[in-house]
């Protein structure tokens, strides 16, 4: 049976989910991490595609997205098969990296953006890789500190974010 198409069009927004196959995992040290990050900004400015949340864990990760100039799965495609590519090299492995296709969940914007925003950028913390919301302001890997001005990624839509909160 062939795969349902994904509905995807320019402006929609999409809570994506990226596991390692058999829950391996995804990013072994900080150097792939990097290395997905700088390949995700740079697709992303390239694509003018906004994102507004995101967090690396070992086995998975997860991106708050919206559609921009390009379909959301050429976006995911180059992403993930540069990525995959890279990391079997360094890693000196072969095959699949990633479990299935990426998820791609489409969100009603209004009521669901700051509640995705809050459950992505506190996955860390609930997995223990930081030990506490003042750890997780400071963790790299994670989108958390850019909303809250402590890092700076260019390819993170961190107004469009704020304007939903209070000026304080």
Known sequence: MPR????????ALHHIMVRGIEGKKIFRNNNDRDDFLMRLGKILSETSTPCYAWALMSN???????????????????????????????????????QDRYKSILCQEDSYLLELVRYIHLNPLRAELVKDFD????????????????SKNDWQDVDYVLKYFARR
């Open 4 to 11: 349902q198409a994904r509905i995807d069009a320019p402006g």
């Open 60 to 98: 998975h990760a997860h991106l708050l997205l919206r559609t921009g100039s390009a379909p959301l799965s050429h976006v995911m495609r180059r992403l993930l098969t540069g990525y995959a590519v890279r990391f079997n090299h360094r890693h000196r492995r072969r095959g699949k990296l990633f």
């Open 135 to 150: 750890h997780l302001g400071r963790y790299r890997f994670s989108g958390h500190s850019v909303i809250l001005g402590k």
